[in-house]
């Protein structure tokens, strides 16, 4: 069963960074793209950055050149470094797991809240 757990939310003032991390277990997570998604109250998820398991990223353009993704297979980890954080970032952050094919899943952390103060 594959479980992903996230860390490193919290209060930060504007302009401040966190580090995200989301540890995999129960799965073959070198072969997984594995994806950052957030939401914040009233409004739908969104994809804030993904990587795939060659190392390929992409990212959304409100956080282009402030946020970095990156991931560790030895440790099953995936990191978003979130730097130079607006109150607009704030938002529950979420770890996702891409399903490999169309018989398989996608997965879920519980998710990680973020509030960044002005």
């Known amino acids: 069963q594959v479980q992903l757990v996230e860390s490193g939310g919290g209060l930060v003032q504007a302009g401040g960074s966190l580090r995200l991390s989301c540890v995999a277990s129960g799965s073959i997570f070198s072969i997984n793209a594995m994806g950052w998604y957030r939401q914040a109250p009233g409004k739908q998820r969104e994809l804030v950055a993904a990587?795939?398991?060659?190392?390929?990223?992409n990212y959304a353009d409100s956080v282009k050149g402030r946020f970095t993704i990156s991931r560790d297979n030895a440790k099953n980890t995936v990191y978003l470094q979130m730097n130079s954080l607006k109150p607009e970032d704030t938002a529950v952050y979420y770890c996702?797991?891409?399903?490999?094919?169309?018989?398989?899943?996608?997965?879920w952390g519980q998710g990680t809240q973020v509030t960044v103060s002005s």
């Open positions: 996702k797991m891409f399903a490999l094919g169309p018989f398989d899943y996608d997965y």
């Open positions: 990587i795939t398991s060659g190392g390929s990223t």
